[in-house]
Protein backbone atom coordinates (compact mmCIF):
# COMPACT_ATOMS: atom_id res chain seq x y z
CA UNK A 1 0.00 0.00 0.00
CA UNK A 2 1.68 3.75 -0.93
CA UNK A 3 2.47 5.51 2.14
CA UNK A 4 0.00 8.24 1.32
CA UNK A 5 -2.77 5.69 1.65
CA UNK A 6 -1.13 5.00 5.31
CA UNK A 7 -2.65 7.20 8.58
CA UNK A 8 1.06 7.02 10.64
CA UNK A 9 0.40 6.74 14.54
CA UNK A 10 4.24 7.96 15.22
CA UNK A 11 3.98 5.49 18.54
CA UNK A 12 6.64 3.36 18.58
CA UNK A 13 6.72 -0.01 17.42
CA UNK A 14 2.60 0.10 16.03
CA UNK A 15 3.26 1.31 12.93
CA UNK A 16 5.35 -1.61 12.44
CA UNK A 17 2.62 -4.52 13.60
CA UNK A 18 0.42 -2.19 10.95
CA UNK A 19 2.96 -3.02 8.08
CA UNK A 20 4.00 1.02 7.93
CA UNK A 21 0.70 2.29 9.60
CA UNK A 22 -3.18 2.55 9.39
CA UNK A 23 -5.34 3.06 6.14
CA UNK A 24 -6.43 6.57 5.70
CA UNK A 25 -10.07 7.10 6.31
CA UNK A 26 -10.41 3.89 8.65
CA UNK A 27 -12.50 4.67 12.05
CA UNK A 28 -10.15 3.34 14.63
CA UNK A 29 -11.66 1.99 17.93
CA UNK A 30 -9.02 1.49 21.25
CA UNK A 31 -10.84 -0.95 23.54
CA UNK A 32 -9.61 -2.60 27.06
CA UNK A 33 -10.09 -2.41 31.11
CA UNK A 34 -8.92 0.56 33.11
CA UNK A 35 -5.22 0.87 33.28
CA UNK A 36 -4.97 -0.60 29.67
CA UNK A 37 -3.48 2.58 28.23
CA UNK A 38 -6.44 3.07 26.03
CA UNK A 39 -6.10 7.47 26.75
CA UNK A 40 -2.73 7.53 26.28
CA UNK A 41 -2.81 5.46 23.06
CA UNK A 42 -5.30 8.59 21.42
CA UNK A 43 -3.25 11.10 23.02
CA UNK A 44 -0.47 10.04 21.61
CA UNK A 45 -1.71 9.22 18.12
CA UNK A 46 -2.88 13.11 18.28
CA UNK A 47 0.26 14.57 19.46
CA UNK A 48 2.60 12.57 17.22
CA UNK A 49 0.46 13.34 14.10
CA UNK A 50 1.28 17.22 14.92
CA UNK A 51 4.88 17.00 15.38
CA UNK A 52 5.99 14.48 13.19
CA UNK A 53 3.18 14.26 10.47
CA UNK A 54 1.89 17.72 10.65
CA UNK A 55 -1.34 17.21 11.09
CA UNK A 56 -3.43 19.18 13.32
CA UNK A 57 -5.63 17.58 15.92
CA UNK A 58 -8.55 17.84 18.48
CA UNK A 59 -8.73 16.15 21.73
CA UNK A 60 -12.56 15.70 22.82
CA UNK A 61 -12.68 14.76 26.88
CA UNK A 62 -15.18 13.76 29.43
CA UNK A 63 -13.53 12.96 32.61
CA UNK A 64 -10.50 14.11 32.30
CA UNK A 65 -10.00 17.96 32.73
CA UNK A 66 -7.16 19.60 30.32
CA UNK A 67 -5.37 20.51 33.28
CA UNK A 68 -5.12 17.42 34.73
CA UNK A 69 -4.21 15.88 30.59
CA UNK A 70 -1.46 18.68 29.96
CA UNK A 71 0.50 17.61 33.37
CA UNK A 72 -0.15 13.96 32.87
CA UNK A 73 1.24 14.31 29.26
CA UNK A 74 4.18 16.34 30.27
CA UNK A 75 5.89 13.30 32.20
CA UNK A 76 6.45 12.44 28.33
CA UNK A 77 7.68 15.34 27.50
CA UNK A 78 4.61 16.44 25.54
CA UNK A 79 3.94 19.98 25.05
CA UNK A 80 -0.12 19.96 24.51
CA UNK A 81 0.05 23.51 25.78
CA UNK A 82 2.12 25.00 23.15
CA UNK A 83 0.49 23.33 20.74
CA UNK A 84 -2.47 24.60 21.67
CA UNK A 85 -1.39 28.29 21.91
CA UNK A 86 0.13 28.01 17.66
CA UNK A 87 -3.19 26.83 17.04
CA UNK A 88 -2.21 23.44 15.98
CA UNK A 89 -4.25 21.36 18.88
CA UNK A 90 -7.52 21.78 20.49
CA UNK A 91 -8.52 19.59 24.52
CA UNK A 92 -12.21 19.88 24.57
CA UNK A 93 -13.39 19.13 27.76
CA UNK A 94 -17.37 18.69 27.80
CA UNK A 95 -20.08 16.07 28.60
CA UNK A 96 -21.75 13.43 26.15
CA UNK A 97 -24.94 14.97 26.09
CA UNK A 98 -23.36 18.59 25.08
CA UNK A 99 -21.22 16.75 22.25
CA UNK A 100 -24.33 14.63 21.03
CA UNK A 101 -26.40 17.74 20.41
CA UNK A 102 -23.55 19.48 18.97
CA UNK A 103 -23.32 16.60 16.15
CA UNK A 104 -26.86 16.96 15.41
CA UNK A 105 -26.90 20.50 15.37
CA UNK A 106 -26.37 22.02 11.53
CA UNK A 107 -23.63 24.70 12.56
CA UNK A 108 -21.92 22.17 14.85
CA UNK A 109 -19.52 24.48 16.84
CA UNK A 110 -16.80 20.98 16.63
CA UNK A 111 -17.00 20.67 13.21
CA UNK A 112 -16.15 24.92 13.21
CA UNK A 113 -13.45 24.22 15.14
CA UNK A 114 -12.08 21.24 13.21
CA UNK A 115 -12.37 23.03 9.73
CA UNK A 116 -10.80 25.84 11.34
CA UNK A 117 -8.07 24.19 12.65
CA UNK A 118 -7.20 22.22 9.44
CA UNK A 119 -7.73 19.25 11.86
CA UNK A 120 -6.63 15.74 9.75
CA UNK A 121 -7.27 13.85 13.75
CA UNK A 122 -9.48 13.45 16.43
CA UNK A 123 -9.55 11.48 19.92
CA UNK A 124 -12.63 11.16 22.10
CA UNK A 125 -12.64 9.83 25.27
CA UNK A 126 -14.78 7.34 25.51
CA UNK A 127 -17.47 6.60 22.97
CA UNK A 128 -19.05 4.69 25.82
CA UNK A 129 -20.39 7.65 27.86
CA UNK A 130 -22.50 8.93 24.87
CA UNK A 131 -25.98 8.34 25.02
CA UNK A 132 -28.33 9.82 21.98
CA UNK A 133 -31.59 11.31 23.49
CA UNK A 134 -34.41 9.23 23.80
CA UNK A 135 -37.48 10.56 22.03
CA UNK A 136 -39.62 8.25 24.33
CA UNK A 137 -38.13 9.06 27.66
CA UNK A 138 -37.23 5.86 27.88
CA UNK A 139 -33.47 5.35 29.14
CA UNK A 140 -33.17 2.50 27.67
CA UNK A 141 -31.32 2.34 24.37
CA UNK A 142 -33.17 0.89 21.37
CA UNK A 143 -30.54 -1.87 19.08
CA UNK A 144 -30.93 0.12 15.95
CA UNK A 145 -32.88 3.03 13.95
CA UNK A 146 -33.65 6.29 15.26
CA UNK A 147 -32.23 7.33 18.94
CA UNK A 148 -30.08 4.20 18.80
CA UNK A 149 -26.60 4.55 19.63
CA UNK A 150 -25.72 2.87 16.19
CA UNK A 151 -27.10 5.59 14.83
CA UNK A 152 -25.61 8.23 17.11
CA UNK A 153 -21.95 7.16 16.20
CA UNK A 154 -22.97 6.36 12.49
CA UNK A 155 -23.77 10.28 11.98
CA UNK A 156 -20.38 11.03 14.22
CA UNK A 157 -18.51 9.07 11.52
CA UNK A 158 -19.84 10.45 9.10
CA UNK A 159 -19.21 13.93 9.95
CA UNK A 160 -16.03 13.55 10.57
CA UNK A 161 -15.53 11.70 7.17
CA UNK A 162 -17.03 14.80 5.37
CA UNK A 163 -14.46 16.97 6.65
CA UNK A 164 -11.33 14.21 5.78
CA UNK A 165 -10.82 13.64 9.49
CA UNK A 166 -9.04 10.52 11.20
CA UNK A 167 -11.54 8.99 14.31
CA UNK A 168 -9.88 7.10 16.92
CA UNK A 169 -12.51 6.37 19.72
CA UNK A 170 -11.71 4.59 23.35
CA UNK A 171 -14.11 2.58 24.85
CA UNK A 172 -13.82 0.32 27.85
CA UNK A 173 -14.17 -3.35 28.29
CA UNK A 174 -17.28 -4.69 29.19
CA UNK A 175 -18.67 -8.54 29.18
CA UNK A 176 -22.67 -7.60 30.33
CA UNK A 177 -25.30 -4.93 30.44
CA UNK A 178 -25.10 -1.47 28.13
CA UNK A 179 -21.57 -1.11 28.14
CA UNK A 180 -21.21 -4.33 26.45
CA UNK A 181 -23.80 -3.60 23.51
CA UNK A 182 -22.42 -0.31 22.86
CA UNK A 183 -18.84 -1.70 22.35
CA UNK A 184 -20.47 -4.54 19.85
CA UNK A 185 -21.83 -1.88 18.08
CA UNK A 186 -18.49 0.20 17.90
CA UNK A 187 -16.73 -2.73 16.90
CA UNK A 188 -18.95 -3.41 14.22
CA UNK A 189 -18.89 0.05 12.75
CA UNK A 190 -15.15 0.53 13.30
CA UNK A 191 -12.44 -0.31 10.41
CA UNK A 192 -9.77 -0.73 12.70
CA UNK A 193 -10.22 -2.17 16.16
CA UNK A 194 -7.07 -2.58 18.69
CA UNK A 195 -7.65 -4.23 21.95
CA UNK A 196 -5.57 -3.65 25.01
CA UNK A 197 -4.71 -6.01 27.93
CA UNK A 198 -3.50 -5.37 31.39
CA UNK A 199 -2.59 -8.33 33.96
CA UNK A 200 -0.94 -8.84 36.96
CA UNK A 201 2.78 -10.40 37.66
CA UNK A 202 3.23 -11.46 41.18
CA UNK A 203 5.10 -8.55 42.07
CA UNK A 204 4.11 -5.93 39.12
CA UNK A 205 2.04 -5.87 36.18
CA UNK A 206 2.21 -6.16 32.16
CA UNK A 207 0.21 -4.76 29.06
CA UNK A 208 -0.33 -6.61 25.54
CA UNK A 209 -1.44 -5.36 22.58
CA UNK A 210 -3.74 -6.84 19.93
CA UNK A 211 -5.14 -5.79 16.27
CA UNK A 212 -8.36 -7.22 15.87
CA UNK A 213 -9.20 -6.35 12.61
CA UNK A 214 -7.85 -3.27 9.97
CA UNK A 215 -10.10 -3.22 6.99
CA UNK A 216 -8.18 -2.98 3.97
CA UNK A 217 -4.91 -3.49 4.82
CA UNK A 218 -2.74 -6.51 6.33
CA UNK A 219 -1.22 -6.48 9.83
CA UNK A 220 0.75 -8.60 12.27
CA UNK A 221 -1.88 -10.78 13.56
CA UNK A 222 -1.20 -12.68 17.79
CA UNK A 223 -0.91 -10.43 20.99
CA UNK A 224 2.47 -8.20 21.50
CA UNK A 225 4.11 -6.76 24.44
CA UNK A 226 2.93 -2.79 25.36
CA UNK A 227 4.80 -1.12 27.44
CA UNK A 228 4.64 2.69 28.72
CA UNK A 229 8.26 4.28 29.02
CA UNK A 230 8.87 7.22 31.04
CA UNK A 231 9.83 10.33 28.82
CA UNK A 232 8.77 9.00 25.61
CA UNK A 233 5.38 7.59 25.86
CA UNK A 234 3.86 4.35 24.58
CA UNK A 235 5.93 1.47 22.71
CA UNK A 236 4.83 -1.97 20.99
CA UNK A 237 7.32 -4.92 20.75
CA UNK A 238 6.57 -7.49 18.40
CA UNK A 239 5.63 -10.82 19.13
CA UNK A 240 9.24 -13.22 18.65
CA UNK A 241 7.68 -15.02 15.80
CA UNK A 242 6.69 -12.14 13.19
CA UNK A 243 11.08 -10.92 13.08
CA UNK A 244 11.51 -14.34 11.61
CA UNK A 245 8.09 -15.16 9.60
CA UNK A 246 9.11 -16.94 6.53
CA UNK A 247 11.17 -15.25 3.60
CA UNK A 248 10.90 -17.68 1.36
CA UNK A 249 15.00 -18.26 1.18
CA UNK A 250 17.08 -19.71 4.00
CA UNK A 251 20.75 -19.86 3.30
CA UNK A 252 23.23 -21.79 4.41
CA UNK A 253 27.12 -22.05 4.14
CA UNK A 254 29.45 -24.49 2.97
CA UNK A 255 32.53 -23.51 4.80
CA UNK A 256 33.77 -25.29 7.72
CA UNK A 257 35.44 -23.42 10.48
CA UNK A 258 37.12 -24.19 13.83
CA UNK A 259 34.65 -22.58 15.86
CA UNK A 260 37.06 -22.89 19.54
CA UNK A 261 40.58 -23.10 18.44
CA UNK A 262 41.50 -26.32 19.05
CA UNK A 263 42.83 -28.79 17.24
CA UNK A 264 41.66 -31.60 18.94
CA UNK A 265 38.37 -30.54 19.57
CA UNK A 266 37.69 -29.64 15.88
CA UNK A 267 38.97 -33.50 14.70
CA UNK A 268 36.24 -34.64 17.16
CA UNK A 269 33.61 -32.56 15.43
CA UNK A 270 34.80 -33.30 11.59
CA UNK A 271 37.00 -30.51 11.17
CA UNK A 272 34.99 -27.83 12.60
CA UNK A 273 31.38 -26.79 12.22
CA UNK A 274 29.72 -25.05 9.37
CA UNK A 275 29.89 -21.22 9.67
CA UNK A 276 25.68 -20.34 10.88
CA UNK A 277 25.04 -23.80 12.14
CA UNK A 278 23.30 -24.06 15.77
CA UNK A 279 24.83 -25.94 18.58
CA UNK A 280 23.36 -26.83 21.77
CA UNK A 281 25.78 -27.29 24.19
CA UNK A 282 24.58 -29.44 27.68
CA UNK A 283 25.46 -30.80 30.46
CA UNK A 284 25.79 -30.69 34.24
CA UNK A 285 25.96 -27.58 36.05
CA UNK A 286 30.22 -26.94 36.06
CA UNK A 287 31.10 -29.32 33.08
CA UNK A 288 32.34 -26.49 31.48
CA UNK A 289 28.98 -25.22 29.41
CA UNK A 290 29.94 -21.01 29.62
CA UNK A 291 33.77 -21.90 29.33
CA UNK A 292 33.29 -23.18 26.37
CA UNK A 293 30.80 -20.22 25.09
CA UNK A 294 34.13 -17.82 25.95
CA UNK A 295 36.38 -20.18 23.82
CA UNK A 296 33.94 -19.54 20.69
CA UNK A 297 33.45 -15.92 21.07
CA UNK A 298 37.24 -14.83 22.18
CA UNK A 299 38.22 -17.11 18.74
CA UNK A 300 36.17 -15.45 16.40
CA UNK A 301 37.02 -12.30 17.40
CA UNK A 302 40.71 -12.50 18.30
CA UNK A 303 41.47 -14.94 14.74
CA UNK A 304 38.67 -14.82 12.50
CA UNK A 305 36.87 -11.38 12.28
CA UNK A 306 33.76 -12.58 14.29
CA UNK A 307 31.96 -10.12 16.38
CA UNK A 308 30.50 -11.87 18.91
CA UNK A 309 27.46 -11.27 21.42
CA UNK A 310 27.16 -13.16 24.62
CA UNK A 311 23.57 -12.96 26.02
CA UNK A 312 22.76 -14.61 29.65
CA UNK A 313 19.90 -13.86 32.45
CA UNK A 314 22.00 -15.79 34.71
CA UNK A 315 25.43 -13.84 35.16
CA UNK A 316 26.21 -9.89 35.30
CA UNK A 317 28.47 -8.47 32.75
CA UNK A 318 31.59 -8.24 35.22
CA UNK A 319 31.23 -11.64 36.64
CA UNK A 320 31.48 -13.10 33.40
CA UNK A 321 34.93 -10.81 32.47
CA UNK A 322 36.53 -11.68 36.01
CA UNK A 323 35.65 -15.72 34.88
CA UNK A 324 37.28 -14.90 31.49
CA UNK A 325 39.92 -13.28 32.77
CA UNK A 326 40.64 -17.13 35.25
CA UNK A 327 40.76 -19.06 32.58
CA UNK A 328 43.28 -16.30 30.47
CA UNK A 329 41.33 -15.66 27.82
CA UNK A 330 41.32 -12.15 28.21
CA UNK A 331 37.55 -11.33 26.90
CA UNK A 332 37.89 -8.09 28.47
CA UNK A 333 40.32 -6.53 25.58
CA UNK A 334 38.05 -7.54 22.81
CA UNK A 335 34.85 -6.02 24.82
CA UNK A 336 36.69 -2.89 25.25
CA UNK A 337 37.55 -3.21 21.50
CA UNK A 338 33.63 -3.54 20.41
CA UNK A 339 34.46 -6.94 18.77
CA UNK A 340 32.70 -8.81 21.58
CA UNK A 341 29.31 -7.80 23.16
CA UNK A 342 27.97 -8.50 26.35
CA UNK A 343 23.62 -8.44 27.08
CA UNK A 344 22.60 -9.38 30.89
CA UNK A 345 19.08 -9.12 31.38
CA UNK A 346 16.87 -9.65 34.83
CA UNK A 347 14.90 -12.94 34.85
CA UNK A 348 12.81 -11.08 37.18
CA UNK A 349 9.37 -10.58 34.68
CA UNK A 350 11.07 -11.25 31.89
CA UNK A 351 8.98 -9.77 28.85
CA UNK A 352 9.68 -12.08 26.26
CA UNK A 353 9.28 -9.79 23.10
CA UNK A 354 11.18 -6.90 24.73
CA UNK A 355 13.89 -9.40 25.51
CA UNK A 356 13.76 -10.43 22.01
CA UNK A 357 13.23 -7.38 20.46
CA UNK A 358 16.97 -6.14 22.35
CA UNK A 359 18.79 -9.06 21.25
CA UNK A 360 17.82 -8.85 17.47
CA UNK A 361 18.57 -4.89 17.64
CA UNK A 362 21.90 -5.17 19.46
CA UNK A 363 23.04 -7.73 16.35
CA UNK A 364 21.77 -5.47 13.45
CA UNK A 365 23.29 -2.84 14.93
CA UNK A 366 26.31 -4.20 15.66
CA UNK A 367 26.53 -6.57 12.72
CA UNK A 368 26.79 -9.65 15.19
CA UNK A 369 28.73 -13.21 13.48
CA UNK A 370 28.64 -15.09 16.59
CA UNK A 371 26.09 -15.51 19.44
CA UNK A 372 26.52 -17.62 22.97
CA UNK A 373 22.81 -17.81 24.63
CA UNK A 374 24.50 -18.87 28.36
CA UNK A 375 21.80 -20.41 30.11
CA UNK A 376 18.76 -21.48 28.44
CA UNK A 377 17.47 -23.42 31.05
CA UNK A 378 16.73 -19.90 33.03
CA UNK A 379 14.85 -18.69 30.33
CA UNK A 380 12.71 -21.56 30.74
CA UNK A 381 12.51 -21.15 34.78
CA UNK A 382 11.85 -17.04 33.64
CA UNK A 383 9.31 -17.76 31.12
CA UNK A 384 7.02 -20.63 33.31
CA UNK A 385 5.62 -21.65 29.71
CA UNK A 386 6.59 -23.83 28.19
CA UNK A 387 4.74 -23.20 24.66
CA UNK A 388 6.49 -19.57 25.30
CA UNK A 389 9.45 -21.04 25.46
CA UNK A 390 9.71 -23.05 23.25
CA UNK A 391 8.08 -20.18 20.70
CA UNK A 392 11.07 -17.90 22.29
CA UNK A 393 13.71 -20.26 20.95
CA UNK A 394 12.42 -21.08 17.78
CA UNK A 395 12.48 -17.96 17.22
CA UNK A 396 15.98 -17.17 18.19
CA UNK A 397 17.10 -19.97 15.90
CA UNK A 398 15.20 -19.13 12.55
CA UNK A 399 16.26 -15.30 13.57
CA UNK A 400 20.48 -16.57 13.87
CA UNK A 401 20.25 -18.80 10.76
CA UNK A 402 18.30 -16.09 9.00
CA UNK A 403 21.23 -14.16 9.11
CA UNK A 404 23.61 -17.02 9.15
CA UNK A 405 24.92 -16.69 12.40
CA UNK A 406 26.92 -19.28 14.63
CA UNK A 407 25.02 -19.88 17.59
CA UNK A 408 26.37 -21.75 20.64
CA UNK A 409 22.73 -22.23 22.90
CA UNK A 410 24.26 -23.92 26.56
CA UNK A 411 21.56 -25.72 28.84
CA UNK A 412 22.03 -27.31 32.24
CA UNK A 413 21.01 -30.89 32.37
CA UNK A 414 19.70 -31.76 35.82
CA UNK A 415 21.57 -35.36 35.67
CA UNK A 416 24.83 -35.40 37.24
CA UNK A 417 25.75 -38.88 36.40
CA UNK A 418 24.44 -40.83 33.61
CA UNK A 419 22.46 -38.37 30.53
CA UNK A 420 19.18 -40.34 29.51
CA UNK A 421 17.73 -37.20 27.74
CA UNK A 422 19.79 -33.92 26.32
CA UNK A 423 16.72 -31.84 27.13
CA UNK A 424 14.72 -32.45 29.83
CA UNK A 425 12.30 -30.52 28.71
CA UNK A 426 11.18 -28.39 25.78
CA UNK A 427 13.09 -30.76 23.37
CA UNK A 428 14.63 -28.45 20.47
CA UNK A 429 17.69 -30.57 20.01
CA UNK A 430 15.52 -31.26 16.42
CA UNK A 431 15.83 -27.88 15.01
CA UNK A 432 19.44 -27.60 15.83
CA UNK A 433 22.36 -28.47 13.65
CA UNK A 434 25.12 -29.55 16.15
CA UNK A 435 25.02 -31.56 19.64
CA UNK A 436 27.38 -31.31 22.31
CA UNK A 437 26.90 -33.12 25.45
CA UNK A 438 29.26 -32.39 28.42
CA UNK A 439 28.85 -34.92 31.02
CA UNK A 440 30.44 -36.31 34.58
CA UNK A 441 32.29 -39.61 34.50
CA UNK A 442 32.94 -41.56 38.41
CA UNK A 443 35.82 -43.87 37.57
CA UNK A 444 36.90 -45.28 41.01
CA UNK A 445 36.10 -42.45 43.25
CA UNK A 446 37.99 -39.85 41.19
CA UNK A 447 35.51 -37.64 38.81
CA UNK A 448 36.42 -36.70 34.94
CA UNK A 449 35.18 -34.66 32.49
CA UNK A 450 33.46 -36.08 29.11
CA UNK A 451 32.93 -34.73 26.24
CA UNK A 452 31.04 -36.28 23.28
CA UNK A 453 29.53 -34.77 19.98
CA UNK A 454 26.06 -36.47 19.65
CA UNK A 455 25.27 -34.94 16.22
CA UNK A 456 26.93 -32.38 13.69
CA UNK A 457 24.82 -31.99 10.83
CA UNK A 458 26.92 -32.47 7.60
CA UNK A 459 30.05 -33.64 9.68
CA UNK A 460 32.01 -36.46 9.90
CA UNK A 461 32.60 -35.96 13.27
CA UNK A 462 34.12 -39.02 16.01
CA UNK A 463 31.57 -41.30 17.72
CA UNK A 464 33.89 -41.50 20.63
CA UNK A 465 33.76 -39.92 24.18
CA UNK A 466 37.06 -38.10 25.38
CA UNK A 467 38.15 -36.93 28.56
CA UNK A 468 38.95 -33.22 29.09
CA UNK A 469 40.03 -30.71 31.25
CA UNK A 470 39.50 -26.88 32.11
CA UNK A 471 43.24 -24.99 31.99
CA UNK A 472 43.73 -21.57 31.23
CA UNK A 473 43.03 -21.15 27.78
CA UNK A 474 39.64 -22.93 28.02
CA UNK A 475 38.35 -26.58 27.31
CA UNK A 476 41.97 -29.08 26.39
CA UNK A 477 41.27 -32.86 25.31
CA UNK A 478 43.18 -34.99 26.90
CA UNK A 479 45.58 -37.39 24.55
CA UNK A 480 43.92 -40.79 23.72
CA UNK A 481 45.15 -43.25 25.71
CA UNK A 482 46.23 -41.12 28.64
CA UNK A 483 44.18 -40.75 31.75
CA UNK A 484 44.14 -37.52 34.13
CA UNK A 485 43.15 -38.83 36.86
CA UNK A 486 42.47 -42.88 37.02
CA UNK A 487 45.33 -45.47 35.85
CA UNK A 488 43.39 -46.10 32.74
CA UNK A 489 42.02 -44.09 30.24
CA UNK A 490 38.23 -43.77 28.87
CA UNK A 491 39.44 -46.37 26.17
CA UNK A 492 39.89 -48.87 28.61
CA UNK A 493 35.85 -48.45 29.56
CA UNK A 494 32.06 -48.67 27.98
CA UNK A 495 28.94 -47.19 28.47
CA UNK A 496 30.81 -44.00 29.63
CA UNK A 497 27.57 -42.01 29.32
CA UNK A 498 25.54 -43.93 31.72
CA UNK A 499 25.50 -43.91 35.36
CA UNK A 500 27.80 -46.96 35.65
CA UNK A 501 31.31 -47.31 33.58
CA UNK A 502 31.99 -50.96 32.90
CA UNK A 503 35.59 -51.50 32.43
CA UNK A 504 36.85 -54.10 29.56
CA UNK A 505 37.85 -57.71 30.37
CA UNK A 506 40.51 -57.96 27.88
CA UNK A 507 39.54 -62.00 27.97
CA UNK A 508 35.42 -61.12 26.85
CA UNK A 509 34.48 -59.20 24.33
CA UNK A 510 32.21 -56.11 25.69
CA UNK A 511 28.73 -56.61 25.17
CA UNK A 512 27.59 -53.18 24.12
CA UNK A 513 23.69 -52.40 23.67
CA UNK A 514 22.62 -51.38 20.64
Known amino acids: MANGNLVRTGIQGL ?12 VILVEGEAGAGKSLLGTEFIYRGIVEYDEPGIIVVFETSPRKLLRDTAAFNWNLEELQQQ ?3 RIIFTTPQILEQELRSADSLLMETAIELGARRIFIDSIALLRPTASNGNSALPANGSGSYRELLQQIIEGLDREGITP ?14 TLETAEFLADTVIQLQRGDYPAGAYRRIEILKSRGQGFEAGVHTL ?14 QCRVQATGYQPTSTIQKSAIGNAMLDDLTGGGLYEG ?34 VTLDEHPEQILRNADALGLNMREQVEAGTIYLLHDSPLELEVNVHFDLIARTIEEHQIDRIVVDG ?49 DSNVTSVVDNVILLSYVELGNMMNRAITVAKARGCKHQYITRQYRIERGGIVLVPEGISEISNLPFSS ?13 RNIPPQIDD
Open 15 to 26: DTIFLGGISRGN
Open 493 to 505: YYNLLSRAPTRFN
Open 277 to 310: SVTIVTGASGTGKSNLGYQVLVEGARNAGKRGLL
Open 87 to 89: NRL
Open 168 to 181: LFAHERALHGEPAQ
Open 376 to 424: ITTYSNAIGDERKFREFLHGLIAFTKQRLMTAFISYENPELFGMTRFMS
Open 227 to 240: QIKAGQGLKVFRRV
